[in-house]
Nanobody, 120 residues
Framework: QVQLVESGGGLVSAGGSLRLSCAAS????????MGWFRQAPGKERELVAH???????KYADSAKGRFTISRDNAKNMVYLQMNSLKPEDTAVYYC??????????????WGQGTQVTVSS
C-alpha cells in the first residue's frame, strides 16, 4: 500500500501563487507516473499536469505557462507550483500516482485532496 498526503492548498487572491505538495509513503519501488487533477463543484475531475518516469510532461491547456509539476525522487514528493492563479482555478486538487511497489506490482493511488480557493 502507498499513502499520499497533500498539502499547500488555501485561499489566495487572483494573481497569487501556491505550491502544492504530495508526500508518498509505503513500499515504493518506482513511480511510473505522477500527476495532479482537480475537481471544481459540479464539474468532473480533470487532469492538470502529468509527469512520467521518463520525464514526459503534459499540462492541461488551462495550466500551460502558469503551473509547473516537479518531483523529488529522493523524498518521494511531487509538487505543483501554481502561479498567476485565477478564480476559475478554484477546486479541490488531487495528487495521483502510479507506483510499482517492492513486490513489483503496479497500482494507482489518489490523495485525499486539498482545497484551492482563488478570490477575485
Amino acid at each position: 500500500q502507498v499513502q499520499l498526503v497533500e498539502s499547500g492548498g488555501g485561499l489566495v487572491s487572483a494573481g497569487g501563487s501556491l505550491r502544492l505538495s504530495c508526500a508518498a509513503s509505503g513500499r515504493i519501488f518506482r513511480f511510473n507516473t505522477m500527476g495532479w487533477f482537480r475537481q471544481a463543484p459540479g464539474k468532473e475531475r480533470e487532469l492538470v499536469a502529468h509527469l512520467t518516469s521518463g520525464g514526459s510532461l503534459k499540462y492541461a491547456d488551462s495550466a500551460k505557462g502558469r503551473f509547473t509539476i516537479s518531483r523529488d525522487n529522493a523524498k518521494n514528493m511531487v509538487y505543483l507550483q501554481m502561479n498567476s492563479l485565477k478564480p476559475e482555478d478554484t477546486a479541490v486538487y488531487y495528487c495521483n500516482v502510479d507506483v510499482t511497489d517492492t513486490s513489483y506490482h503496479s497500482s494507482n493511488y489518489w490523495g485525499q485532496g486539498t482545497q484551492v480557493t482563488v478570490s477575485s
